[in-house]
């Protein structure tokens, strides 16, 4: 029991740092890509992220694709 205890606050302090233990969205519907002053917004095809980067490489409906820092790049999934 205190190990479930232990590991159960350990899982809440990362959680309240605002970092995701397990990340549960797949799916995405809309990419917010800033390039320059430009704010590109497109329906998501698929995207990827990168594990040792914090990279995000969106590919939009119409055929654009965007590679850029995850600073840059909102992911949204709903309307």
């Known amino acids: 029991m205190k190990k ?3 590991i159960s606050v350990f899982l809440l ?3 309240g740092c ?3 233990v397990i990340d549960t ?3 995405y519907d809309w990419a ?3 390039v320059g002053d430009e704010t590109i917004r497109c ?4 995207w990827k992220d990168y594990t040792e ?3 995000l490489q969106v590919r939009c409906e119409d055929g654009r694709s965007f590679l850029g820092h995850s ?3 909102i992911l949204q999934s709903g309307d």
């Open 4 to 6: 479930v205890l232990i």
């Open 13 to 15: 302090t990362l959680t």
């Open 18 to 20: 605002n970092l995701q």
């Open 25 to 27: 969205t797949w799916k």
């Open 32 to 34: 917010y890509i800033n």
């Open 43 to 46: 329906e998501v095809s698929c």
């Open 53 to 55: 980067s914090d990279m």
């Open 71 to 73: 600073s840059a790049i």
